[in-house]
């Protein structure tokens, strides 16, 4: 064996072993502490000697044990530092010894080694305590092995930390040891004086009665406060930099706090405060969530704002924030991913490339499922073609599947977004019922109504239900409880049926479904005695009722078939049959041949849904229709994992160039809306591009339910020309068009049929998205908007905003108090912690205006109710599962006020077609103060107008109080009437006719209100694009009316005229017979026959 394959040995078991080398330094450690102790042993064994000579200096006393353990541990230290030496040894013999640990060893070890041939050294003073120092460099290395060994990489902040203590333990040590040595030939003092004076001195207190006398002792003190202002400052340095490091990257979760605590981890690119807020308040709205802690995982720093918000008490015990990304495991491992209940993953809407951004989503998620398999995900995707790639997730929200499809079904049902909105937000009912206001009241209140979840075996409110129909159980549950049931779902079946219909009998273990202010386990009825509920529920049938005789009928569980609305009431304006009384002949008897038909054989034989437009249909509507349209599913998806949704749709596609609009081609030369004669109103989209999210917008538009004959016309009014893969996916469906323009051109809204549309949907644009003031984002469209609402009084704008903060801009007026009210409303139901204090701003409340980020909540409830986002999805008709309903509106008439309350409506529905009502949509007339919110006149014009103000009032006297028409006085120009009343001024100088036409003039420009100046700069550039001006309604204005929702009111609400029920109606489909063709056979390259021997409904 040669010398290099021995010294190779050697250097492995020293030094590149990494268990082996932590034995050698942990020994090394031992040693070094050691001597130490030994020293002290010698200090506190040895007399005090008498005298000043500085022999006491240099010599000490020392017994011949102790001396001989201080000579085997300095042996031993010596050779274990010279072996190591060699060992790592590289050419350069004076590096290895002129390090500061290897003369340090010399120093305390060489003269004990001398002392063994010297016997007269034996009692030679040694500065043994300075192997304090080695022991300190041992320790770090011993840290740095032991991390190496364990496979972990240990904390930079906790290396600082001891790097710092053994600094500052070393430094007193050796004053403490230093002092006392040089003080034997002054005070005297002992170790513990030592240390007295050391932290006195240290600490800066310096109490004056314990000092140093000779010479050399001050000037080691000197020496060591000099080492010490110089080493303990580096180290403090080093420390807060660590420190405020840690802060900004939040440091670790706890190891054991994540085994012994719930946590969820909310992963986000970006977090603004507004993001953090909903979160949190929607997060800890739920009372058996308030033990979680929250675990932010962010790659930014934190923003200013958010850093003050969670060093609020409340937060900052339960939110962790921690600076890292979702795609290092080193990351998730501090988050404790693996140990989450849950892992909710945000994308960052406010960028500009949003494709991107999903990107970035995409990629988080798939790191999180290869880092913790098990952890459920929550995730939001901006773009619909990019969901196939998360489709493993537990939970998914599609930003604009669910933003277009509200927006199209706000054109059906009105509000719709505030409905769902409202439903998805965890809220007590307490809004509002400080304000003085009644409808507020009830808005307010009925906002509190959430979807909960119950086992009918387990249930008071639906468990009596058991065997029987699900619309009986329905009607009931709200007659006896107030609580609407909406849905089911099989034990067996993970698919949920919204209103089944009345062939559906309960079960058992059915999961029910419905809407209440509060779930069942925590309401009042659960405390009720069993004895005490049914004597309540056999007072409903046998007590005295004033409910009418087909009332009674229903009540008793009678399924009640309308004859005389036996087809399918058209989804916009259906009414309700009239009861006969007496002999009057006004109507035919709707109840009295019920018992009839209530059979099982009676429902298979009775097409509830039939297409109403179909049946009606008159012989000069069908000479004058030269289309036909089929119904069957969409045979071009623009991306992958659209649900496929039966639709009204044409034989034969459209050729690209005729959904082109305002271009004429061989096939058509109209270049106009007004040009095609539609005879219903149009639908305009306004947008920056066709993405494939629109295609959700013109899907539930055109939707099989809807009658053939009120299908709106669809125009795309795009910033950018579609690509050929959108217009392969909409040229199948009847009446869509797309346009090439902007809102911001007067020339393209007209063109594109504004003047007769029924509604203008403006999408928010991507590109504006990302402002450097977060709620300027929303700027320009705001500013549109209102353009449009000052040009279009009468043309109903749904705009979608990108801050839920910026719907007060929406139709604002300046000096209207209402809307001033409105706001100190909003702000005082903020300070009470509200989470929906918007929902007093009349625009959101009329369904005018929403905001994508106000469904951020779907995510964080489905923790709670994984069931949310499919019932919402079903709702919206995202989803069509068969035998599941839809939603769906009809208007109150006054052919159906004879129906008086929500609780008769409610029998009425579910004993006739077995629709199920969930809420109201009601108009009313705001009263405002007109002198107070719309006259622009200034006191100082008052004198000039007061004769014509007097006119106008008396006028208004004898209008309607309840009309929604124009304002009592029209809004005046300040600057008209300033040249008005300098003409007035100018007076005496004219003669008399010229002071009677200036008189002319004046009350001229009086009446010219600047509503009438808008109107002539419509109709003068539709003049000009060669448009006829006929249906331009320019003064038809309905800024006097204030609309809301009411979720699922109480039974004794009273109807009122042109009140909207939102139903849910039952699948025309469910009701087939089994030996007919269902919606699977159903295609849309059919012959042209009707469309119900098509489809067999």
């Known amino acids: 064996m040669n010398e290099n394959t021995f010294k190779e040995r050697l250097k492995l078991f020293f030094i590149k072993n990494q268990r082996s080398s932590l034995r050698i330094r942990l020994f090394n450690f031992s040693l070094k502490l050691l001597s130490c102790f030994l020293y002290i042993i010698r200090v506190l064994l040895e007399n005090p000697s008498q005298g000043n000579e500085w022999s006491h200096i240099f010599w000490v006393n020392r017994s011949l044990p102790l001396w001989g353990l201080q000579v085997s541990v300095a042996l031993i230290s010596l050779f274990e530092t010279i072996l190591l030496g060699y060992l790592s040894y590289k050419g350069n013999i004076w590096e290895q010894i002129l390090r500061i640990p290897f003369i340090l060893e010399v120093i305390n070890a060489v003269p004990f080694i001398i002392s063994i041939f010297w016997p007269s050294l034996r009692n030679l003073f040694v500065p043994v305590f300075l192997n304090c120092w080695l022991a300190k460099h041992a320790l770090e290395n011993m840290i740095n092995d032991l991390h190496r060994a364990i496979q972990r990489t240990q904390s930079a902040m906790f290396n600082q930390v001891l790097i710092l203590i053994s600094t500052l333990l070393c430094l007193i040590f050796t004053c403490i040891c230093g002092i006392q040595h040089l003080e034997r030939i002054g005070k005297k003092l002992n170790l513990f004086d030592s240390l007295y004076f050391c932290i006195v001195t240290f600490s800066t207190v310096g109490f004056g009665d314990v000092t140093p006398e000779t010479w050399s002792s001050k000037l080691f003190v000197v020496a060591m406060i000099c080492v010490a202002l110089v080493v303990l400052p580096i180290q403090f340095e080093q420390l807060a930099y660590l420190w405020m490091e840690r802060q900004k990257s939040g440091g670790n979760y706890s190891r054991h706090r994540a085994q012994t605590e719930k946590h969820v981890v909310l992963c986000v690119s970006s977090l603004k405060i507004d993001l953090l807020m909903d979160f949190l308040n929607e997060f800890y709205a739920h009372p058996r969530l308030q033990d979680y802690y929250v675990v932010i995982l962010c790659p930014t720093e934190m923003d200013v704002q958010v850093r003050r918000v969670l060093q609020i008490p409340m937060w900052s015990q339960r939110v962790i924030y921690l600076q890292g990304s979702a795609l290092k495991d080193q990351d998730l491992l501090r988050a404790k991913m693996d140990d989450a209940e849950a892992c909710f993953i945000l994308s960052s809407r406010c960028e500009v490339d949003r494709t991107s951004s999903d990107h970035q989503t995409i990629l988080r998620a798939w790191a999180v499922k290869d880092f913790a398999p098990n952890c459920p995900l929550y995730v939001q995707i901006l773009k619909p073609e990019n969901k196939f790639h998360i489709k493993f997730a537990d939970h998914v929200v599609c930003e604009e599947e669910f933003k277009y499809a509200m927006l199209a079904l706000n054109c059906i049902c009105p509000a719709t977004s505030t409905l769902i909105t409202l439903l998805v937000h965890t809220s007590r009912g307490q809004e509002g019922q400080q304000s003085p206001e009644q409808w507020q009241k009830m808005y307010g209140r009925c906002s509190g109504n959430e979807v909960y979840h119950i086992v009918l075996e387990e249930s008071t409110f639906f468990a009596e239900y058991e065997g029987k129909s699900f619309t009986y159980a329905s009607f009931h549950a709200h007659k006896k409880f107030g609580v609407c049931l909406i849905g089911i779902r099989r034990e067996d079946n993970k698919n949920i049926l919204l209103n089944p219909g009345p062939r559906y009998i309960m079960s058992a273990t059915d999961i029910c479904f419905y809407i209440n202010i509060t779930k069942e386990e925590n309401s009042a009825f659960k405390n009720h005695d069993h004895q005490k509920k049914s004597n309540v529920s056999r007072s409903f049938y046998h007590g005295p009722s004033r409910l009418p005789v087909h009332s009674i009928i229903a009540s008793m569980g009678t399924v009640a078939i309308d004859l005389q609305d036996t087809s399918c009431r058209s989804a916009s304006g259906p009414t309700l049959s009239l009861p006969s009384e007496g002999n009057k002949e006004v109507r035919r008897p709707s109840i009295a041949p019920v018992l009839e038909v209530a059979d099982t054989s009676s429902l298979q034989t009775c097409d509830l849904l039939s297409d109403q437009s179909e049946d009606e249909t008159t012989p000069d509507e069908e000479m004058s229709s030269n289309v036909e349209y089929a119904k069957g599913y969409p045979p071009y998806s623009p991306y992958i994992g659209s649900s496929p949704t039966f639709c009204h749709l044409l034989h034969e596609k459209v050729p690209f160039c005729c959904l082109r609009l305002d271009k004429s081609c061989q096939h058509n030369y109209y270049e106009d809306a007004k040009a095609y004669g539609f005879k219903n109103k149009l639908i305009i989209v306004a947008a920056e591009t066709a993405g494939n999210g629109l295609y959700n917008f013109i899907v539930p538009l055109r939707a099989y339910y809807r009658p053939k004959k009120e299908l709106n016309p669809v125009i795309l009014l795009l910033d950018n020309p579609p690509d050929m893969h959108f217009l392969d996916a909409i040229c199948w469906f009847p009446m869509v068009y797309y346009m090439v323009g902007s809102i911001d051109n007067l020339d393209d809204l007209l063109r594109c049929g504004v003047t007769f549309a029924a509604n203008m949907v403006v999408v928010d644009k991507e590109s504006t998205m990302s402002a450097e003031e977060d709620y300027m984002a929303d700027a320009k469209t705001i500013v549109n908007v209102q353009t449009l609402f000052r040009l279009f009084s009468s043309l109903s704008i749904i705009t979608e905003l990108t801050h839920p903060a910026n719907m007060r801009f929406m139709q604002f007026r300046a000096k209207d108090c209402y809307s001033l009210a409105l706001s100190k409303l909003e702000k005082k139901e903020r300070e009470r912690g509200s989470n929906l204090a918007f929902m007093f701003r009349l625009p959101f409340a009329a369904g005018r205006v929403f905001s994508i980020s106000m469904l951020d909540t779907l995510l964080y409830q489905s923790f ?210 089994n030996g007919e063709p269902s919606r699977k056979n159903s295609i849309c390259n059919t012959t042209g026959q009707d469309s119900r021997e098509e489809t067999q409904l």
């Not at 304002?967 to 009343?981: N, T």
């Not at 002071?995 to 002319?1000: G, P, V």
């Not at 009438?1012 to 204005?1037: F, I, P």
Request: hydrophobic share 30%; charged share 30%; net charge positive.
């Open 864 to 1073: 709670v109710k994984d069931y949310m986002i499919s019932i919402t999805r079903l709702l919206l008709g995202l989803d069509t599962t068969p035998g599941s309903g839809f939603l769906c509106s009809m208007k109150i008439t006054e052919d159906d006020l004879w129906i008086r309350t929500y609780a008769r409506l409610y029998q009425k529905l579910c004993s006739s077609t077995g629709d199920v009502p969930i809420g109201i949509y009601r108009t009313e007339s705001q009263k405002l103060t007109t002198s107070e919110s719309q006259i622009s006149i200034s006191v100082e014009e008052w004198e000039d107008t007061k004769d014509a103000k007097e006119q106008g009032h008396h006028r208004s006297n004898h209008r309607n109080s309840t009309s929604s028409d124009q304002s009592d006085h029209p809004l005046l120009r300040r600057k008209s009437m300033q040249w008005a009343r300098r003409l007035s001024r100018k007076g005496p100088k004219h003669s008399g006719k010229t002071a009677e036409k200036i008189t002319q003039q004046r009350l001229n420009l009086y009446r010219r209100s600047e509503r009438q100046e808008l109107a002539e700069l419509v109709k003068n550039r539709m003049k000009h694009l060669g448009l006829s001006t006929v249906g331009y309604d320019e003064m038809n204005d309905h800024q006097s009316t204030l609309s809301y929702i009411l979720i699922n009111p109480s039974p004794d609400t009273r109807l009122e005229l042109n009140d909207v029920v939102y139903l849910i109606r039952p699948d025309p489909l469910a009701y087939l017979p």
